[in-house]
């Protein structure tokens, strides 16, 4: 097989697959501008993400609630007031996983759910994490209560990166496989001024200077 690049009806790059290589998958969103997720091992059928931060549903579909102020990763979340997330088009014979954050302190009830989930994760200023692995069905569905936020769908053979942006400005938050969040703060000329970890700790700082400028 060859090496095959896909794009969407906006030029971008959606599947690119290589030769003995597995595929790599990718969401966009903000006015299809800029990517939101990269998924390693996956079919895009297979795959949905979206943190609520800007105009797309990333293979969601969302209907009733409504943006919400905060969340765990850029800044906004969904309201789940008479609101229900889904995605159609799954293979029953395949496991996938479902994991979002939320301010509820208990999980969500999807169908296909395994035994031994949900697991629960970290609980960050509010936030709770919580993983399904579910099989057996052809869709998700969720429907509840509080608000939910990084609301992820991939294969459980997968790998999901995320990242929200702060447009015209840079990257706000970026999420590993492992969902550990990086936060990313700038000055008041956009230029990068902090790096922090998920529990808000400083990783990094930037200063800016001038050429020839004296630093004390």
């Known amino acids: 097989m060859k090496d095959q690049l896909q794009y969407d009806g906006n030029a971008n790059l959606d599947i690119a697959t290589k030769s003995a290589d597995i595929n790599v998958c990718y969401i966009w ?3 299809h501008c800029l990517p939101i997720a990269t998924v390693k091992n996956a079919a895009y059928a297979d795959i949905a993400y979206t943190s609520f931060e800007a105009d797309g549903t990333g293979g969601w579909s969302v209907t009733g609630g409504g943006t919400n102020p905060g969340g765990t990763t850029g800044s906004a979340s969904w309201s789940m007031h008479e609101a229900t997330i889904s995605k159609t088009g799954l293979t029953s014979t395949n496991t996938y996983i479902v994991s979002y954050w939320t301010s509820n302190g208990s999980a969500y009830s999807i169908a296909g759910t395994v035994s031994g989930y949900p697991i629960q994760g970290k609980r960050i200023n509010g936030w709770s994490y919580f993983e399904h692995k579910i099989t057996g069905v052809t869709s998700v569905s969720i429907t ?6 990084e609301l ?4 459980a053979t997968a790998q999901m990166t995320t990242a929200t942006y702060q447009p015209s400005v840079g990257i706000s938050s970026a ?8 936060y990313y703060q700038y000055d008041s000329f956009n230029r990068l001024k902090v790096v922090l970890d998920q529990d808000h700790n400083v990783i990094k700082t930037y200063q800016y200077h001038t050429l020839g400028e004296t630093v004390e």
């Open 175 to 182: 999420c590993d496989a492992d969902n550990r969040v990086t």
């Open 144 to 149: 509840g209560t509080g608000n939910i936020d």
């Open 152 to 155: 992820r769908l991939y294969p």
């Open 29 to 31: 969103d903000y006015h």
